[in-house]
């Protein structure tokens, strides 16, 4: 069925520095979306991309699909203490579900 | 508005026993997903239901199963719990019948199995 990797699993970094996880596909995807999930918390909807090579920016967050439709990207600039949270790719498939990665979980150090 | 409504929000039981799961969807949303996270990991697909029907399942084995009601809330049964069962389960409402919106999530309800 389909899956998505998503890397890095875990990503330390100092308040301040940037952050980007990755999400990759073996096959063509119709729509990718992203989710945050605060520690305790559940998964809060962030953005939905669908365009080759869409990039899409909230603040200091950008998001990117690939040409190809195949990858995404999201991109923290100049990363928060708010921002600690594990943060998901989510892709559909079989029409109506709806899956996710495994997570790219942030930790920032203030 | 209300968000997503789950109930209860903690739950323990033993080995063998059987537990439902509640979930009241965001007004106007007919389409009601459950998934399973396991700590650490990304929320499994369990079950899409749309219009008090099942659209797509994972996964998971038949002592899971789940139900629409005409008001759109669902419930979540698993039969015959394992250990391996205990994860938080989270329902998420949204708008589309079909996997191209935003899915909003409940609090989600955590299940020990002891």
């Known amino acids: 069925g389909q899956q998505v990797m998503q890397i890095p699993q875990y990503q330390h970094v100092q308040e301040g520095e940037d952050f980007t996880t990755y999400c990759n596909s073996s096959?063509?995807?119709?729509?990718i979306q992203w989710y945050k999930q605060r520690p305790g918390g559940h998964p809060v909807f962030l953005i939905q991309?669908?365009?080759?090579?869409e990039v899409k920016k909230q603040k200091r967050l950008t998001f990117q699909f690939g040409e190809a439709k195949k990858n995404s990207s999201l991109h923290i600039t100049a990363t928060q203490t708010t921002d600690v949270g594990t943060y998901f790719c989510?892709?559909?498939?079989?029409?109506?579900?709806?899956?996710f990665g495994a997570g790219t979980r942030l930790f920032v150090k203030a | 508005d209300a968000g997503v409504t789950q109930s209860p929000t903690h739950l323990i039981k033993t080995r063998g026993q059987q537990v439902t799961l509640r979930c009241s969807p965001i007004?106007?949303?007919?389409?009601v997903s459950w998934y399973q996270q396991v700590l650490g990991q990304g929320p499994q697909f369990i079950f899409q239901?749309?219009?008090?029907?099942?659209?797509g399942r994972g996964n998971f084995p038949d002592r899971f199963s789940a139900r629409q009601f005409p008001n759109y809330s669902s419930e979540l049964n698993v039969n015959a719990l394992l250990l391996g069962d205990s994860a938080l389960y989270l329902c998420?409402?949204?708008?589309?019948?079909?996997?191209?919106?935003?899915?909003?999530f409940g609090e989600g309800s955590r299940l020990t199995v002891l």
């Open positions: 998420a409402s949204s708008l589309q019948a079909t996997n191209t919106g935003e899915l909003f």
């Open positions: 096959t063509t995807l119709s729509n």
């Open positions: 991309l669908v365009k080759s090579g």
């Open positions: 989510a892709v559909g498939t079989g029409g109506f579900k709806t899956i």
């Open positions: 007004s106007g949303h007919k389409s």
């Open positions: 239901y749309y219009e008090k029907e099942e659209r």
